[in-house]
């Protein structure tokens, strides 16, 4: 089949379920897309507002079966063994209803076909972090209340396995192996692609060693729900709501159960937008607070540790994004990134894998210069 055929055949289905959802004869315009295969589209219909999702099954990997070992999850690919949802609507659609049962403002579903890859979501509008920051809101006011809202989730309880619309989505652990194929990721697409280093047999033996090592560090804080790309791209700011609803949040269908700090560290080492130098010491400080974390030290360990981990894996990402994807923009993120990590390595948790760096990876300092 043709693209040309394939998207008019999407397309038709696209308004087939609009038409079934009650919005016959609406306006569909397309959104900037994200990095995912999914595409989003604004519903108008008078006064009537809604957003589209549009997921198409077999757009990429499976995702991860519950319980597969490490061997298994490699065979199925990337999705699986980072356990990331892909396409699957079931994950999104299960979260959202999970957090807005809980109080927090994810997009309510007004229509779903989970089968052939559709929701229609409540509008959140246009007010993200990202469009509204600088301007007339006082940035640290702003990302207090979402430190708030992380708090909260991190008090929250979750079930082990999400029900939506019929289907179910397992929350699964942000494991080691997650973990570090997210961090591979800038050892085989910034290293190896993009900077042209070829590592040693030794080199990657020590790189395997060391997060090993480090990811034993996330053990000593008591694991919570991790929303994975809380950020201000995908924050909304709802003047019309009270409490941590005045934070609407989107792009949470990765979700795992994991080390809080993660979801911390996506939203103060933005890898898109510079956050405020004197914010996330701040800000780290009143989420401990807030959170209950009694290991202040061990939990600012944990945060360098995922800090450092996270910007690997937005290195290597955006490489591939631009070489395999042809979406260039990205690599003007690099030098950006390339700063936030190396800050992270500045944490005394973290002087083997600065050791590492200066030793086999020079074009990373390099490029935190730009």
């Known amino acids: 089949m043709t693209t040309d055929l394939m998207t008019s055949r999407r397309e038709a289905e696209r308004v087939a379920f609009l038409d079934q959802a009650g919005w016959t004869g609406c306006e569909i315009a397309p959104l900037a897309g994200d990095a995912s295969t999914r595409s989003y589209f604004r519903i108008h219909r008078g006064e009537a507002c809604a957003l589209l999702m549009d997921a198409p099954a077999g757009a990429e990997a499976p995702a991860c079966p519950v319980d597969a070992d490490a061997e298994t999850r490699k065979s199925l690919g990337y999705n699986a063994v980072a356990r990331l949802a892909g396409p699957n609507l079931a994950a999104f659609a299960g979260l959202a209803e999970a957090l807005t049962q809980r109080g927090f403002s994810a997009p309510k579903i007004l229509a779903a076909d ?14 993200l972090f990202a469009r509204i920051l600088p301007g007339d809101y006082h940035e640290g006011t702003i990302y207090a209340e979402a430190v708030d ?75 919570g729900l991790v929303l994975r790309d809380f950020h201000a791209e995908n924050l909304f700011l709802l003047e019309d709501r009270e409490g941590q609803a005045r934070i609407g949040l989107i792009d949470f269908q990765d979700a795992v159960i994991g080390h809080p700090a993660y979801d911390l560290v996506s939203l103060l080492e933005d890898a898109r937008r510079n956050v405020d130098r004197k914010l996330p010491s701040l800000l780290k400080a009143r989420f401990v607070a807030q959170a209950g974390i009694e290991d202040a030290a061990g939990f600012d360990a944990s945060y360098a540790v995922l800090g450092a981990q996270r910007n690997a894996k937005i290195l290597g990402i955006f490489v591939r994004l631009a070489l395999r994807d042809g979406k260039a923009r990205y690599l003007e993120l690099l030098p950006h990134v390339a700063r936030l990590f190396v800050a992270d390595l500045q944490h005394p948790a973290l002087m083997p894998l600065l050791n590492w760096a200066k030793s086999y990876a020079e074009p990373i300092f390099r490029e935190a210069h730009k």
Not at 114 to 127: I, V
């Open 149 to 223: 809202v992380l708090a909260a989730i991190y008090r929250s309880t979750f079930p082990a396995v999400l029900e939506s619309h019929g289907a179910e989505w397992p929350l699964q652990a942000y494991d080691a192996v997650a973990l570090k194929a997210e961090a591979d990721l800038f050892i085989e697409w910034y290293l190896g692609q993009h900077a042209g280093v070829s590592l040693t047999d030794r080199a990657l033996e020590e790189w395997d060693e060391i997060w090993a090592s480090q990811f034993e560090r996330l053990k000593t804080c008591a694991p």
């Open 114 to 127: 989970l089968d052939a890859g559709f929701l229609l979501l409540e509008d959140l509008g246009d007010a």
